[in-house]
């Protein structure tokens, strides 16, 4: 075992942040879907907007993030342990064998991982984020003060919102949970709020010297 | 130490920045600011018409006092003879029945039904003189009656039942000397009490609209800007904007908020954005009948009952007549929360003579829906009711209510229905067969006036809501947070539990897994 820098400053800020701003963005949105009542429809609109345009900034700040460092990269899918990922959940970890990846700074994202993390950037992100943006620009003024109305009919707009929205809160639920299945129960948490992890030995990790001199 | 002064900057500094982000002090609207000042100056007239030698001599005629206003104002009753206050009447282009003329002398109410054969008593609320039939002379500038709005006295009224006549006692040459700017009193004299009585028709239009507080009308407020109505229905060329649609029809030469108000006046572009769907009324005008009440039901099918052989009347506490043997029974109510219409401007009406083609039947119609780019959502008083009809012809009838006397057919003396529907059918020129029967009907008012201050307009959540909203009736369209999906609801709250029990079920065979583990471990160690 040893002590590894895995998550980086920007990316904890990022993951924080985003994860912050997702759960006040359900909490208001699902009121706006009169789930509940907590701040009253005025307020939760007037919140749902703010904190949408700051996911939106951050979104951009991560998107920049990921391309500059190719940590893109992590989020290719490989298919190969995919199998084996799901074997290793559902009937593995009651066996008590050992994990069938091992998890490194070159490779943070099991299979499994890898390929739901891709579906929440390519699918839901996007089908939230650009949903979201015709729902509130759907009405804006022209040159002349005058409102004018996108074409859509704003039902299809709602629906593909909620709908994503669902598919977020369910990922965030199953999320969560998840980080327990590390080495304990806090493992992944404590990796993610410190950026340090003890991860297995691994003869692929070529950065040696990087991860000795960080420990130092 | 440096640490802890850095820290403690840092958190005063995030403490500011909350308290600035977090505090709002409420911005002045300037637009509206302007529009205060605007009206707070009140106009004043440029001359004194007591002085005028004209207005000394002896009036014994009213109309003598018009010839003495043309001697001056020698084309105003050129614009007057081509206004609908006069006419009664005005040409618009009607679906389905091409240029037409429509107004008080062809369509029907569900009030006091119609005018037709009832003149004498109705042209007290015409602006002239001598109304008694259908034979008028709408060319006579004669009869045009410029004191019934110009009187600034309060002395000028006119007479019960006198065709247009102004009453007996009134002194011609203190009103003639006191002519201006119409007041709320001359135009209320009418406006307030069509139907009958006090806010019987419109429920926003009424006399404690002379004196209230901004609670019921922030507009006319006494302790507000004090406006009058012709601060708003303003006229050129005697040509009152602003449009009635119990008698009017197209979307031209109306009023609207947005005249002075401008079309972005909040200063929350989010409640701008409702512009395009929503009239100003439908959340400035969150309730009508705010000081006395208003008619919302009237069934003549009740009237006739007779006391000892004489017409008698109930009232209900607050004074408001429940039944009449002359009219029959009515229902009144105060603070009522308008109803919502989709609305683009222009109505169809009931025209006498029309084949009834719907029940209840609509006496006016408000067309305008969900898809129509022209139709805001409006909010709309409507007056049900029932009333007399031919089955066998399916036509309303125009019954002869009013006459002086017994022995001339009218209803509200002879309480003879058949005598009343043959001699109003009879001057309509229309068929009666005989029969008559009593038919619903309905009628719709949009309500304009009896503007709420700010804080009492709608909240969001009165549309925004899953349940009871105010707009629930209205469908073909999604408001966020009245409307839903019903199936993404239901796969998404599946989705959403189904992952939580899931992650439940795994932990709970993980924990139970563990605590096996330990076991098997722990006998192995005792071996």
């Known amino acids: ?216 | 130490m440096n640490k802890v002064i850095i820290y403690s900057i840092v958190v005063t500094v995030l403490v500011l920045v909350g308290i600035n982000l977090l505090h709002k002090t409420e911005p002045l609207n300037f637009s509206q600011y302007e529009l205060k000042q605007k009206y707070a100056t009140k106009p004043t007239s440029s001359v004194d018409h007591s002085k005028f030698t004209i207005l000394q001599k002896q009036f014994k005629t009213p109309q003598d006092v018009t010839l003495a206003c043309l001697s001056c104002h020698n084309k105003r009753h050129e614009e007057i003879i081509h206004s609908s206050h006069w006419n009664w009447e005005r040409v618009a282009y009607v679906e389905g029945k091409g240029i037409s003329k429509i107004g008080k002398k062809n369509v029907l109410n569900n009030f006091c039904i119609g005018s037709n054969t009832n003149e004498q008593a109705c042209a007290k609320c015409h602006i002239g003189f001598g109304m008694t039939s259908n034979k008028f002379d709408f060319n006579n500038a004669k009869n045009v009656d410029c004191m019934v709005c110009h009187d600034n006295s309060e002395e000028y009224i006119k007479g019960a039942a006198m065709a247009g006549y102004p009453d007996r006692k009134v002194n011609f040459n203190k009103v003639a000397q006191s002519v201006g700017r119409p007041t709320n009193v001359n135009c209320g004299s009418c406006h307030f009490y069509s139907g009958g009585g006090n806010n019987v028709k419109h429920g926003d239009l009424e006399e404690a609209l002379l004196a209230c507080d901004r609670n019921t009308d922030v507009h006319m407020a006494q302790n507000g800007l004090s406006m009058t109505c012709v601060d708003c229905h303003t006229a050129n060329k005697h040509q009152i904007k602003g449009k009635l649609y119990s008698v009017s029809s197209t979307d031209v030469n109306r009023l609207n908020c947005e005249d002075c108000h401008s079309s972005r006046p909040h200063l929350d572009d989010l409640l701008n954005r409702h512009y395009s769907k929503i009239a100003c009324q439908t959340c400035h005008i969150p309730t009508y009948a705010k000081a006395n009440a208003t008619k919302m039901s009237w069934k003549w099918s009740k009237a006739g009952k007779l006391l000892k052989g004489k017409p008698y009347h109930t009232e209900d506490s607050l004074g408001n007549h429940t039944y009449l043997s002359i009219k029959g029974e009515f229902d009144w109510q105060t603070n009522v929360k308008p109803e919502y219409l989709w609305f683009n401007g222009n109505a169809q009406h009931y025209v006498i003579g029309d084949k009834i083609d719907s029940v209840p039947v609509q006496i006016n119609k408000l067309l305008g829906s969900a898809v129509d780019r022209y139709s805001k959502i409006y909010p709309v008083k409507v007056h049900r009711g029932d009333q007399i009809y031919d089955p066998e012809t399916n036509v309303l009838i125009q019954p002869k209510l009013y006459a002086p006397e017994k022995g001339d057919s009218a209803y509200w003396v002879d309480f003879d229905w058949n005598l009343a529907a043959e001699a109003g059918m009879k001057r309509m020129g229309l068929p009666y067969s005989g029969k008559h029967d009593f038919i619903e009907t309905e009628m719709y008012w949009p309500v304009n006036h009896m503007v709420a201050p700010k804080d009492q307009t709608l909240s969001c959540e009165e549309c925004h809501t899953r349940e009871n909203g105010r707009l629930a009736s209205l469908d073909g369209f999604y408001i966020p947070g009245r409307d839903n999906n019903n199936w993404i609801d239901l796969f998404g709250k599946l989705m959403f539990w189904g992952s939580i029990l899931g992650v439940l079920i795994h932990a709970l065979a993980r924990f139970i897994n563990s605590i096996r583990k330990n076991e098997v471990e722990s006998e192995e160690i005792s071996i």
Request: glycine letters at 6%; hydrophobic letters at 50%.
């Open chain 1, 1 to 216: 075992m040893q002590k590894v820098y895995i998550y980086k400053k920007f990316e904890r800020f990022w993951h924080w942040c985003q994860a912050a701003l997702i759960f006040f963005l359900a909490l208001t949105g699902f009121e706006i879907h009169d789930s509940f009542h907590l701040f009253g429809f005025e307020k939760a609109v007037a919140f749902h907007r703010s904190a949408s345009y700051l996911l939106l900034g951050l979104i951009a700040f991560s998107i920049f993030w990921h391309f500059t460092t190719g940590e893109w990269k992590q989020y290719i899918p490989t298919f190969s342990k995919l199998q084996a990922q799901i074997r290793y959940y559902t009937i593995g970890m009651f066996k008590g064998e050992p994990h069938p990846t091992i998890k490194s700074v070159r490779k943070k994202l099991n299979p499994l991982q890898a390929v739901v993390y891709l579906g929440f950037k390519l699918v839901m992100a996007p089908m939230v984020i650009l949903s979201g943006l015709l729902y509130m620009y759907y009405k804006s003024f022209d040159v002349n003060d005058m409102v004018v109305a996108l074409n859509i009919p704003l039902e299809w707009i709602a629906v593909i919102h909620t709908l994503g929205a669902f598919l977020l809160i369910s990922f965030v639920v199953v999320h969560v949970y998840m980080t327990t299945t590390g080495h304990t129960i806090t493992t992944n948490i404590k990796a993610m709020i410190t950026g340090w992890e003890e991860l297995e030995d691994a003869e692929d990790i070529t950065e040696e010297g990087k991860i000795k001199k960080s420990q130092s």
